[in-house]
């Protein structure tokens, strides 16, 4: 008997949480307080760092700035002295190999060891995402496919109908890593955009 009473207690009770946290939902979103938090979280979970040489590089390769922090964070998640098992360095993820044969390219003096500057890295890794989309036909994702598989890679790709139609863009890619790659440029670049960049 006492326990059919306590369950009959308990039921309001519930309700009056369920209430509660309604009321308390509801302000939150018809506030704006929702909206604040929710941009407060995936601030946090996309960070934003080192804006200027971000803007700077944009500015002088012609590559929107959401698609430069998407490339970076994609990279290294914002961590200058990241370096992959393959041997890739700094923010953009460089090899030294790459980096070295656009200082050669370009006339520049800089060292192996200044691959890690995160200035002259954001740099080099744009001029290189600049100069891949020049040479290869196509959009920027075309040449963001290039940056992760290879340059040699992608052209044969773009001459294979399987994965391309008309020879200048990627309809799918023979690498799942490659494809899942440019799918999460893209996908953090519009977070990117809406978080920071957005006029």
Not at 17 to 32: D, E, H, K, P
Not at 38 to 56: D, G, N
Not at 105 to 120: A, F, H, L, Q, W
Request: aromatic share 14%.
């Amino acid at each position: 008997m006492s326990n059919r009473k306590s369950s009959r207690g308990c039921l309001p009770k519930f309700l009056l949480a369920v209430l509660i946290v309604g009321i308390l939902f509801a302000l939150l979103y018809f506030t704006g307080a929702f909206r604040s938090i929710r941009i407060s979280i995936e601030k946090y979970i996309y960070p934003l760092k080192y804006e200027a040489e971000i803007m700077k590089a944009s500015e002088k390769y012609d590559l929107e700035p959401e698609f430069i922090a998407a490339v970076i964070y994609t990279e290294s998640k914002f961590k200058e002295n990241s370096e992959s098992s393959a041997g890739a360095k700094g923010l953009m993820q460089l090899m030294p190999n790459t980096f070295m044969w656009l200082v050669e390219k370009r006339g520049d003096s800089y060292t192996e060891s200044d691959i890690m500057t995160p200035e002259v890295n954001i740099d080099y890794g744009c001029y290189y995402l600049s100069w891949l989309d020049k040479y290869l036909p196509g959009d920027i994702y075309t040449a963001t496919a290039a940056y992760n598989a290879g340059m040699g890679r992608v052209s044969e790709w773009l001459e294979n109908p399987v994965y391309s139609v008309d020879g200048e863009n990627l309809v799918t890619m023979p690498f799942t890593e490659t494809e899942n790659y440019v799918n999460e440029i893209k996908h953090k670049e519009q977070k990117y955009s809406e978080l920071y960049f957005s006029k």
